[in-house]
């Protein structure tokens, strides 16, 4: 009798709408050996039973099976880049069924975001934009004073991870000068480089981007860091008991005060979670010019209810948490599962492993 045929996979994706077409046409050939299929379940619905104890790989969001019926899956990979959502499920604290995150696969649409909003706040788009909807074409007599290009600017990147590589990497390409931060310290070359998993053609896997590094957990390392002068900052921090509320009124002025007067305020960019800074105070910062201006994809809380004052603070640009969203994410995140699943037969470490006892 000859031998049987190998069982195939069966990757088990759940979403909370319909998957588009051309997607699981995509999906289908990046694992041409397993089969394919989809559910859509609302956000945190368990998984049925009868679907689960068919799956021996599951993509999702936010929805899991129970442990007792997720005894074929070999490996559950969330489309979610943070983990914290998912860690008190059963699934997590009752079994050893590795968990990866889609860490990683950010940079490009954020980096694109952020300088977005840096641009059309130098260049006031805007206005412009305006203008355009009133047929009106007029040039402001005060335009070689109001604007201005990035060339020789300072950003600071607080958090310098795959989101804030790919930043670096664009900005560094626009003649700015990088200047990273970690909380921990990054003395050597071969300490900066990035292990993790990075889109092709992007970030800085060696962190040679950056023309000098600082690091710490302490409010005078971040002070130090927010006197150097920046004309941009970028947060780009996970969000923990030490980096909630880490930038209020004092950090703001201090930001500010490293800037010569003969240039414009600094400029604020959030796209890591709206709790890491002080709301309040960055409102009164941009109404007192402290600040020259923020780009916000983020906000505390969210969704912003409509009479919260951060709508009206003068050179505002908000948008509700959609600097990650694109038509590539989805694909991206599945192109990690499928390097892990190489490393699973191979008996290698698994890129973005959840490490059960710390949580991340």
Same mark, same amino acid.
């Given at each position: 009798?000859?031998?049987?045929?190998? #069982?195939? $996979?069966? @990757?088990?994706?759940?979403?909370?709408?319909?998957?588009?077409?051309?997607?699981?046409?995509?999906? =289908?050939a !990046?694992?041409p050996?397993?089969?394919?299929?989809v559910?859509q379940l609302?956000?945190?619905? /368990?998984?049925?039973a009868?679907?689960?104890?068919k799956?021996?790989?599951l993509?999702?969001?936010?929805?899991? /099976?129970?442990?007792?019926?997720?005894?074929?899956? %070999?490996?559950?990979?969330?489309?979610?880049a943070?983990?914290?959502?998912?860690?008190?499920?059963p699934?997590i604290k009752?079994?050893?069924?590795?968990l990866?995150?889609?860490?990683?696969?950010?940079?490009?649409?954020?980096?694109?975001w952020?300088?977005?909003?840096?641009?059309?706040?130098?260049?006031?788009?805007?206005d412009?934009?305006?203008?355009?909807? !009133?047929?009106?074409w =007029?040039?402001?007599?005060?335009?070689?004073?109001?604007?201005?290009?990035q060339?020789g600017?300072? #950003?600071g990147? @607080?958090?310098?991870g795959?989101i804030?590589?790919?930043?670096?990497?664009v900005?560094?390409?626009?003649?700015?000068?990088?200047?990273a931060?970690?909380a921990?310290?990054?003395p050597? /070359?071969?300490s900066?480089?990035d292990?993790?998993y990075?889109v092709?053609?992007t970030g800085?896997?060696?962190g040679?981007?950056?023309?000098?590094?600082?690091h710490?957990?302490? !409010?005078a390392?971040?002070?130090e860091f *927010?006197?150097?002068?920046l004309?941009? *900052?970028?947060i780009?921090?996970?969000l923990?008991?030490?980096?909630?509320?880490?930038?209020?009124?004092e950090?703001?002025?201090i930001?500010?005060?490293?800037?010569p007067?003969s240039?414009?305020? &600094?400029?604020?960019?959030?796209?890591s979670?709206?709790k890491?800074?002080? =709301?309040?105070?960055? #409102?009164?910062?941009l %109404?007192?010019?402290?600040?020259?201006?923020?780009?916000?994809?983020?906000?505390? &809380?969210?969704? +912003? &209810?409509? $009479?919260?004052?951060?709508?009206?603070? &003068?050179?505002?640009?908000?948008?509700?948490?959609v600097?990650?969203?694109?038509?590539?994410?989805?694909?991206?995140?599945? $192109?990690?599962? %499928? #390097?892990?699943?190489?490393? +699973?037969e191979?008996?290698?470490?698994l890129l973005?492993? +959840?490490?059960?006892?710390?949580?991340y």
């Open positions: 009798m000859g031998e049987a045929p190998p #069982v195939k $996979d069966h @990757l088990l994706i759940s979403y909370g709408s319909k998957l588009p077409h051309w997607l699981l046409e995509e999906t =289908q !990046k694992f050996e397993a089969e394919v299929s559910i609302p956000n945190f619905a /368990p998984i049925p009868e679907i689960a104890r799956a021996t790989l993509v999702t969001f936010s929805n899991l /099976p129970a442990p007792e019926d997720a005894s074929k899956i %070999k490996i559950i990979h969330s489309f979610s943070g983990l914290d959502h998912l860690l008190a499920h699934i009752d079994t050893t069924i590795p990866t995150s889609s860490s990683g696969i950010h940079g490009p649409p954020i980096a694109e952020t300088i977005m909003n840096w641009l059309v706040a130098s260049r006031r788009f805007i412009t934009h305006n203008n355009q909807q !009133k047929h009106l =007029q040039r402001d007599e005060n335009i070689m004073e109001t604007v201005h290009d060339v600017k300072k #950003v990147i @607080l958090g310098y795959s804030g590589r790919q930043i670096g990497r900005a560094s390409a626009l003649g700015m000068q990088v200047h931060y970690t921990s310290p990054r050597t /070359p071969a900066r480089i292990h993790g990075i092709p053609g800085d896997h060696d040679t981007i950056p023309v000098s590094w600082h710490g957990t302490d !409010k390392s971040i002070h *927010l006197s150097l002068g004309d941009h *900052l970028v780009a921090l996970p923990t008991p030490q980096t909630t509320r880490l930038l209020g009124a950090e703001f002025e930001l500010s005060r490293g800037v007067s240039r414009p305020r &600094p400029y604020l960019t959030n796209i979670r709206g890491v800074l002080d =709301q309040a105070a960055l #409102v009164a910062a %109404k007192g010019g402290v600040l020259s201006g923020a780009a916000l994809d983020v906000a505390d &809380p969210e969704p +912003l &209810p409509a $009479d919260d004052p951060l709508w009206e603070a &003068p050179n505002v640009q908000i948008s509700p948490h600097s990650s969203a694109g038509r590539e994410y989805m694909p991206r995140s599945l $192109d990690i599962l %499928k #390097v892990n699943l190489g490393r +699973l191979r008996g290698e470490k973005n492993v +959840l490490q059960r006892g710390r949580g």
